[in-house]
């Protein structure tokens, strides 16, 4: 059995999640499912980065404690995973002793291996992004590119991280290792910050209480970026085993301790980022595993933003969208398949209203949902709900040859879009079906029954085999549609005709029922 590890970014507790959160959570919930169709062992990972200035100025403002703010923010995160449909196997908070045990055992093999040293630091510092930047990352007006807000000029005693030290390793890394980073601009974009000359960088704030203590010196604690990178390792050390599609404890690791999780998981598949925090995953963080002496990753993708009227959905600008409304209003499905099928994924990409009502109508409702009606209803109308024994047209069959394999390349290479649009014109090829069979014609005249019965036979074959694939992008529905044709498996051998037989039907109710107005949910 093959091991896949897939990673969010742990998410910050500043403020409450947004539909960015989200967004990065289904795409992974869907990687994480498609490998589970496989019959791989899979751990997905997500959480929240409790720790920084951020939040404990957030905190101040509030007139309540860091670790209350983060408490509080913590389960709103927590919340949004089930009600956008993830499966993720564990949920990490930077603030477990168990995650800062590990920091603090990392770190201290860093500067152990002469990777740290006491220094100065001076430069432009936003803190909204606790972050540092460099000259060419200041906006006009030595502003922040990202929160427009101005900079602060700070000067403060650190340790360092010698990052510059990785600069020949890192710039054979990305040689060697073209699909380290995906898509190819990303790629582009790290190993040009490389080739521009890496500089030392805090690896310590002295300044703020809220952290990771370091245990060679009491006073500073880990700057926060350096505490959250490093949960994508601590949490294999003490999470739980993962689950297999069905909520059963996958065997392979029941029994698994520190040591099992490390080995059957470590290093992660793929990390999937947003693309303002590259910096971080596509340069520090393999520069701090080398330090360690820990295996790298195999990927990181990154994906673009989703905008609204020009500019990223961010919660200091304040143009955000509710997932929990929009869930409530249409579903959780409904929304996983808007943001994977309207935005390509990795590229920025606008979302609206008019463009959400105009996918879920005219796709959803009209073109999957129907498909479903319509079929089940034919099926109990012309058959009392019982398929005939016997083979699908092959002239259908041919059509979905090879589906699987483009479907499987594609999810490999994190192209989700792309393998939603390989399967939907599967779904626009059953529809095609039904207007060149007319089974409501076939019905009419009993000499071709047999017909009536390879056409109905077919449909109900071809809605189970895009029902499997569709399963790890709308999960609720899908396993709905499959429950009312009495098909149980969602493994990725049954996205086949054939593979599992249909003997009866149960009526169903419409899968996405048709709804006037999108109202403020989307606005």
Not at 97 to 110: D, G, N, T
Request: proline share 5%; glycine share 6%; charged share 25%.
């Amino acid at each position: 059995m093959s091991s896949f590890y897939v990673t969010t970014p742990i998410y910050y507790v500043n403020a409450a999640p947004h539909l960015g959160h989200a967004y990065t959570t289904i795409a992974a919930d869907v990687l994480a499912r498609h490998h589970r169709q496989r019959g791989d062992s899979v751990f997905f990972l997500t959480g929240t980065d409790e720790h920084g200035e951020p939040v404990a100025d957030a905190a101040h403002a509030l007139g309540i404690s860091a670790q209350e703010l983060a408490d509080r923010n913590s389960e709103r995160f927590r919340a949004l995973a089930p009600k956008i449909g993830a499966s993720n196997d564990f949920f990490i908070r930077t603030t477990d002793e168990r995650h800062m045990a590990v920091v603090r055992e990392v770190l201290f093999k860093v500067y152990e291996n002469c990777f740290v040293y006491k220094g100065t630091y001076e430069g432009w510092y936003c803190p909204k992004c606790a972050d540092f930047k460099a000259e060419n990352e200041i906006d006009e007006g030595d502003r922040c590119p990202i929160h427009h807000i101005p900079l602060t000029r700070e000067q403060e005693d650190n340790y360092f991280f010698a990052l510059s030290r990785f600069q020949e390793p890192l710039e054979r890394l990305y040689a060697e290792r073209k699909d380290f980073v995906a898509p190819r601009t990303r790629y582009n974009e790290a190993l040009s910050f490389i080739r521009s000359g890496l500089r030392d960088v805090p690896l310590t704030r002295h300044k703020l209480s809220w952290g990771v203590p370091v245990p060679w010196d009491s006073e500073h604690v880990f700057y926060v970026w350096f505490d959250a990178l490093l949960n994508y390792y601590s949490a294999l050390s003490f999470a739980h085993a993962p689950t297999l599609a069905g909520g059963t404890v996958d065997a392979g690791v029941r029994d698994a301790g520190k040591g099992d999780l490390l080995d059957t998981f470590w290093p992660p598949n793929v990390h999937l980022i947003a693309k303002d925090i590259l910096r971080f995953h596509a340069v520090y963080w393999p520069a701090l595993l080398m330090a360690a002496e820990i295996e790298l990753p195999k990927r990181l993708f990154v994906h673009g933003y989703l905008l609204m009227e020009g500019e990223k959905m961010s919660k200091s600008l304040g143009n955000v969208l509710d997932p929990f409304e929009v869930i409530e209003r249409f579903g959780s499905d409904a929304l996983r398949f808007y943001l994977l099928r309207d935005v390509s994924f990795g590229q920025d990409g606008s979302v609206s209203t008019a463009s959400f009502e105009q996918r879920y109508e005219s796709e959803l409702a009209n073109e999957y949902g129907n498909l479903a009606s319509r079929t089940l209803a034919m099926i109990g109308r012309y058959r009392d709900g019982a398929l005939v024994e016997g083979a699908p047209d092959q002239l259908l069959v041919a059509d979905f040859d090879g589906m699987v394999e483009r479907v499987c390349e594609l999810v490999d290479k994190v192209q989700l879009t792309a393998a939603l649009d390989e399967i939907w014109g599967a779904v626009r090829r059953l529809n095609r079906y039904v207007e060149e069979q007319a089974p409501w014609q076939l019905a009419k005249d009993p000499s071709r029954a047999g017909d009536l019965d390879c056409a109905l036979r077919t449909l109900a074959e071809g809605l189970r085999v895009v029902s499997v694939l569709l399963h790890p992008f709308m999960p609720a529905s899908t396993e709905r549609l499959l429950d009312a044709l009495g098909a149980r498996d969602t493994s990725l051998g049954a996205a086949r005709f054939g593979a599992e037989t249909i003997d009866r039907v149960q009526p169903l109710e419409p899968l996405f029922p048709k709804i006037e107005t999108a109202g403020p949910a989307m606005a």
